[in-house]
């Protein structure tokens, strides 16, 4: 079955610096990929989708990249700053057309 | 805040109580989800209504009962939940079908349920 693996362990960098968050996947390449923030207590917020024919996508200082070979996402945060502090959800439709997501990686910005 | 709300926000409840979860979307969207989130895990779906038909029932007990008697509005019946259900339960819209593909999800605040 489909599965999605993000890093459990949280990321701490610091204020100004890039947050770079990764999303794996296994078995079926989806052709569409989401990102969502979650902030605790709250419902995830869409950022962003890309689809498998894009290699990369841009949203202010959101980056995302999608390597179909790698099996891979990866998310930036360039100049990142305290409130960037969330937890962000890597997030896919399966074969089965159910959107399954990642277990989260929280981010914290220090300032 | 989304275009999705959520009731109540914080609900504990007994073992053997009946109570309800609403949920109601104003973006006009034509599919609704429920989700349950539990401390470190993924979200998992539980519910899909798409044009207020059922598509997917996620193998989830049947102690958990959605209705869906529009397209804005969604219920998740709940009677005789046991503490291991205790969770955030999250309700999503979105806007499926069109040449478009596939659709981002908006979800509401969740209600967070206790059961003792």
């Known amino acids: 079955s489909q599965k999605i693996e993000q890093n459990s362990e949280a990321l701490n960098i610091q204020e100004g610096k890039t947050a770079t968050l990764t999303c794996n996947y296994t078995n079926y390449s989806p052709a569409y990929l989401q990102w969502y923030r979650q902030d605790p207590g709250r419902g995830p917020v869409f950022l962003l989708l890309i689809r498998e024919n894009e290699k990369e996508k841009r949203k202010e200082r959101l980056k995302v990249t999608f390597d179909t070979t790698l099996k891979q996402s990866l998310f930036h945060i360039t100049a990142s700053q305290p409130a960037d502090s969330a937890t962000y959800l890597c997030a896919l439709y399966n074969q089965g057309g159910k959107l399954i997501f990642g277990q989260g990686t929280e981010l914290s910005v220090k300032p | 805040e989304t275009g999705v709300t959520q009731t109540p926000r914080h609900l504990v409840m007994g073992m053997t109580n009946k109570k309800s979860l609403k949920c109601e979307q104003h973006?006009?969207?034509?599919?609704m989800y429920w989700y349950k989130q539990s401390a470190k895990k993924p979200l998992e779906l539980m519910f899909v209504?798409?044009?207020?038909?059922?598509?997917e029932n996620n193998s989830v007990p049947s102690r958990f009962s959605p209705e869906c008697p529009n397209s804005s509005h969604l219920f998740l019946h709940l009677h005789t939940l046991q503490p291991e259900d205790s969770a955030l339960y999250l309700c999503a819209s979105s806007q499926e079908g069109g040449t478009s593909g596939r659709h981002e999800q908006y979800f509401g605040p969740g209600t967070r349920l206790t059961v003792t």
């Open positions: 209504y798409n044009f207020k038909e059922q598509t």
């Open positions: 973006l006009g969207h034509n599919a």
